[in-house]
């Protein structure tokens, strides 16, 4: 007896959820009260069709002081009834997907003629709307846009008893389980699922605070030749980083090098632009018609970096490297003395400056 809606707040979901509970509970009564009256003990049959549904909710994503981010599911293994609503509260870029295959979030098209990388529609795009039945297979809650997804995505598990994994595409490793059990099996409530979440939260959150801030009292790395590796991501264990730069301020001599290094144990790729940052000369996904076709998802150059790796800045000169993905570095040799400063343009508040003497 669950319902199709559009997509409700939170607020207007608990509502929604108290109201249909009640509206049970007097269904259930007045029926209890009827069927008393003309066939004596034959209630339990009614009582037990009626059962109570609940909402679970679970963090997609989550951010800590030090600009810490966690980039993982919270509980990431949650046990539901059948009819019990999952609510996941979508913190930041994150997508919900159930399905057997793999999605790349970043594909590489032919675009008249030249290797152009687009956003995979099949991530992007949502297959199921909030606050649906979720019957089975491929499902995609899409990601979050102007007009979609803002903040919460919730699904009704009318499923039978078994596990349901889904991950995010954006995050690699980012990922989820659901298992629907028996209606006679007890499981947590959702006050203690809240609990568990906010638990599994901290426990990989707090660590990354503290690597930053040990990080912070840490001189810089500078090799014999003068070059200095900064780390780009400060991180705890797991699934949480600090969005940051390590040494965020670094001195350098003229015609010294400069190393960012993502580390490989990162949760997530980050960038090196100089601001003042264009937007307009390293854009984001851009939406994109084709003609007769799904609107696809077009990366701007930012994904291939407008500075070659290795390049020599000059005074004034921008820069932009390409997508640093865990494992990956990119190094500038600075000529010029001045002051360099550089933002991550997809992480707000990561930002540093390279002063050359
Ligand atoms: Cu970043």
């Known amino acids: 007896m669950w319902i199709v809606r559009t997509i409700l707040t939170y607020e207007e979901e608990k509502i929604m959820q108290y109201r249909l509970l009640k509206l049970g ?63 996941w509260h979508v913190t930041s870029f ?22 152009t990388p687009i956003g995979n529609p099949n991530v992007f795009f949502p297959t199921q709307p909030s606050g649906t039945a979720y019957t089975g297979g491929d499902a995609n809650s899409g ?9 919460f995505y919730s699904l009704v598990m009318d499923v039978e008893p078994g596990l349901y994994s889904y991950r995010c595409d954006v ?14 099996v ?23 605070i503290l690597a930053y801030f040990a990080s912070s009292a840490t001189a810089p790395t500078q090799s014999a030749d003068g070059s200095i590796t900064i780390l780009a991501g400060i991180g705890g ?24 290094q993502v580390p490989a144990d990162s949760p997530t790729p980050h960038f090196v632009n100089s601001i003042p940052f264009d937007p307009a000369a390293v854009p984001d996904i851009i939406p994109q018609e ?26 004034g000169a921008a820069f932009n490297s390409i997508f640093l993905a865990p494992g990956q570095s990119f190094s500038l040799v600075f000529a010029d003395p001045g002051v360099y400063p550089y933002i991550c343009h997809v992480h707000p508040g990561m930002g540093g400056a390279v002063i050359v003497q």
């Open 237 to 260: 264990t797991g699934r949480a980083s600090s969005l940051s730069f390590a040494s965020p301020l670094v001195f350098i001599k003229a015609g010294e090098t400069v190393t960012w």
């Open 94 to 115: 994150h997508n919900m997907r159930f399905g057997e295959q793999e999605e790349p979030f970043i594909i590489v098209e032919d675009m008249n003629g030249t290797p």
């Open 143 to 151: 990601l979050p846009s102007e007009d979609a997804l803002k903040g």
């Open 186 to 208: 007890a499981i947590p409530s959702p006050s203690e699922v809240d609990a568990m979440a906010a638990k599994e939260l901290d426990d990989q959150i707090n660590p990354a």
């Open 25 to 87: 509970l007097i269904g259930v009564l007045a029926l209890a009260v009827f069927a008393a009256g003309i066939m004596g003990n034959g209630r339990s049959r009614a009582f037990a069709q009626d059962m109570a549904h609940n909402t679970y909710m679970v963090h997609a994503g989550g951010f800590g002081e030090a600009n810490v981010e966690i980039l993982a599911f919270a509980p990431a293994y949650l046990q539901v009834h059948r009819g019990d609503t999952v609510m």
């Open 290 to 315: 084709n003609a007769g076709g799904p609107p696809t998802l077009l990366a701007g150059p930012g994904f291939l970096g407008t500075t070659p790796d290795g390049a020599t800045i000059s005074a």
């Open 171 to 184: 995050h690699p490793g980012m990922a989820g389980i659901i298992e629907v059990v028996a209606d006679d």
